[in-house]
């Protein structure tokens, strides 16, 4: 049996999670979604995932300080960036930090899906669902 890929998607907007969690699902991928960064890190601290994708932009805890704490617990993990603001400093900021990829909202599902593919291969574990081309 195929290890399933686990992922956490962290966004402040609720919007964000009920749109990409199907989309992420139908890879045969394990997803859990959260709103809010303090429960995602707890769970983050109770459980390894294999990729995490989080919004750079929130309240209180920020994308950057999700980076760290994912990559000290679990530094195979892949951590692919999302943000609304675009911006080159943070960008660097988070690759020197670790992040595995960057993409800027607005993106589709499949932008996302495709960075997950590469993700999951990067890992050693290729998605049979994932749409790469």
């Known amino acids: 049996m195929d290890k399933k890929v686990i992922v956490l998607i962290l966004d402040d907007e609720p919007i964000v999670g ?3 969690k199907p989309a992420v699902e139908r890879m045969g991928c ?3 979604v959260f709103e809010d960064p303090r429960e995602a890190l707890q769970r983050i601290d109770e ?8 919004d750079i932009r929130m309240d209180e805890i920020d994308g950057i300080e999700v980076l760290e704490r994912v990559k000290k617990k679990s530094p195979r993990t ?3 960036m999302i943000t609304g603001y675009a911006m080159m400093a943070l960008a660097r900021e988070a690759m020197e930090k ?6 800027a909202k607005p993106f589709t599902p499949e932008e996302l899906r495709k960075a997950i593919a590469k993700a999951a291969e990067a890992l050693g574990t290729p998605l049979q669902n994932s749409v790469t081309q």
């Open 78 to 80: 892949k951590v692919i």
């Open 47 to 54: 459980k390894t995932f294999d990729i995490v994708v989080t």
């Open 30 to 32: 394990e997803v859990e």
């Open 98 to 103: 670790g992040a595995y990829d960057f993409i």
């Open 18 to 20: 009920k749109r990409l």
